[in-house]
Nanobody, 128 residues
Framework: QIRLAESGGGSVPVGGSLKLSCTSA?????????LRWYRQTPGRQCEWLST???????LYRSSVKGRFTLSRDDSKNTMYLQMNDLQPDDTAVYYC?????????????????????WGQGTQVTVSS
């Protein structure tokens, strides 16, 4: 079973930066799972942000492209999300999730533990 854990959240002022980590208990890259970042704000649908595909390709939501950057460290089984120029609308709980490549799903709420392996989430608060 895959186990993921996020870290790196916190409170920053507008324009600040944070680097989130998503660490797997075991090897996770290049297998049968895409790794994704989502965020959830109360009253809003779970919002997809980015994906590391099993092929190694990176995908980004258009609204965060250029501000958010994915990276990975295979030796640490860790995926990172560098977030720059943070704005109040970025305030949310951020989740990483491993989703099987055969699963086509849109998450309305995070976490959707019936579909994929989710971390516990990490809070990001951006204050003006």
């Amino acid at each position: 079973q895959i186990r993921l854990a996020e870290s790196g959240g916190g409170s920053v002022p507008v324009g600040g930066s944070l680097k989130l980590s998503c660490t797997s208990a075991g090897p996770i890259f290049g297998g049968a799972y895409n790794l994704r970042w989502y965020r959830q704000t109360p009253g809003r649908q779970c919002e997809w942000l980015s994906t590391i595909r099993t092929s190694g390709g990176y995908l980004y939501r258009s609204s965060v492209k250029g501000r958010f950057t994915l990276s990975r460290d295979d030796s640490k089984n860790t995926m990172y999300l560098q977030m720059n120029d943070l704005q109040p609308d970025d305030t949310a709980v951020y989740y990483c999730v491993a989703v099987h490549t055969t699963l086509e799903v849109t998450f309305r709420n995070c976490p959707d533990t019936a579909n994929g392996y989710w971390g516990q989430g990490t809070q990001v608060t951006v204050s003006s």
